[in-house]
T-cell receptor, first 114, second 114 residues
Framework: EAQVTQNPRYLITVTGKKLTVTCSQNMNHEYMSWYRQDPGLGLRQIYYSMNVEVTDKGDVPEGYKVSRKEKRNFPLILESPSPNQTSLYFC?????????????FGPGTRLTVT | DQQVKQNSPSLSVQEGRISILNCDYTNSMFDYFLWYKKYPAEGPTFLISISSIKDKNEDGRFTVFLNKSAKHLSLHIVPSQPGDSAVYFCAASAGGGSNYKLTFGKGTLLTVNP
C-alpha cells in the first residue's frame, strides 16, 4: 500500500530534550515536506526537500532541522524543543514533474513540549 | 500576511443539500489551487484541484469554481453526505504547479447533519 508513515504518532517531551520525528514514504517520491498545524493558523510549511541531499526552508523553519540522506526518509529534528513547538506535525511527499500538485500526507505526529 | 483565506471557520448543512466552501487569495502569482479534506486523527487527503486556465472542474459530487478576477474559489459538494463531515483546506501554488510550495488556508469545518 502506497503511504507516508510517521513515528511516533504521539510524543510528550520536556524543553531542551532533543528529539527526532521520522517520516518515510514508499512511493519513490522525490519531493518531501514537513508542515505544522496549529489552531487558527492552518498548515504551515517548515522545510521541504526536492531530492536527496537537497533541502530548503519553508515558512516557519526556526528551531527545526531536516536531513535527506535517502530518498524514502525525511526526518524532522528538534535540537532543543520549546513549548511553542507544541503542535501537530505532518509529513508529505509527491513526485516531481507533472502538473498536478497533489501531495500525499502522513497521519500526523502530535507533539507536546512541556 | 495571509495569502489564502478561508473566512468561515465552520459550516453546517443538512444531508442531501449543497455545501459551498469559500476561499479567497491575495497573491496574483497563484495559478494552481487545491482542496484537501482532513478527518480527525488523519492526515489531509487530496480532493480536487483546478488550474488558472479553467474556471470549473468537476469530480463526481465535488465541483470547484475559480473566479480569477475576484481571486476567489469555491468548492461545491452536491449532495452533501454525513461522511463529508471534515475540515476542508484550500491551498494554492505558483509556477504552474511545478513550484512545490503549497500555501494553505486555515480550514473550514464542515458538518453534514443526517
Amino acid at each position: 500500500e502506497a503511504q507516508v508513515t510517521q513515528n511516533p504518532r504521539y510524543l510528550i517531551t520536556v524543553t531542551g530534550k532533543k528529539l527526532t520525528v521520522t517520516c518515510s514514504q514508499n512511493m519513490n517520491h522525490e519531493y518531501m515536506s514537513w508542515y505544522r498545524q496549529d489552531p487558527g493558523l492552518g498548515l504551515r510549511q517548515i522545510y521541504y526537500s526536492m531530492n536527496v541531499e537537497v533541502t530548503d526552508k519553508g515558512d516557519v523553519p526556526e528551531g527545526y532541522k531536516v536531513s535527506r540522506k535517502e530518498k524514502r526518509n525525511f526526518p524532522l529534528i528538534l535540537e532543543s524543543p520549546s513549548p511553542n513547538q507544541t503542535s501537530l506535525y505532518f509529513c508529505a511527499s509527491r513526485p516531481t514533474g507533472g502538473y498536478r500538485d497533489e501531495q500525499y500526507f502522513g497521519p500526523g505526529t502530535r507533539l507536546t513540549v512541556t | 500576511d495571509q495569502q489564502v483565506k478561508q473566512n468561515s471557520p465552520s459550516l453546517s448543512v443538512q444531508e442531501g443539500r449543497i455545501s459551498i466552501l469559500n476561499c479567497d487569495y491575495t497573491n496574483s502569482m497563484f495559478d494552481y489551487f487545491l482542496w484537501y479534506k482532513k478527518y480527525p486523527a488523519e492526515g489531509p487527503t487530496f480532493l480536487i484541484s483546478i488550474s488558472s486556465i479553467k474556471d470549473k472542474n468537476e469530480d463526481g459530487r465535488f465541483t470547484v469554481f475559480l473566479n480569477k478576477s475576484a481571486k476567489h474559489l469555491s468548492l461545491h459538494i452536491v449532495p452533501s453526505q454525513p461522511g463529508d463531515s471534515a475540515v476542508y483546506f484550500c491551498a494554492a501554488s505558483a509556477g504552474g504547479g511545478s513550484n512545490y510550495k503549497l500555501t494553505f488556508g486555515k480550514g473550514t469545518l464542515l458538518t453534514v447533519n443526517p
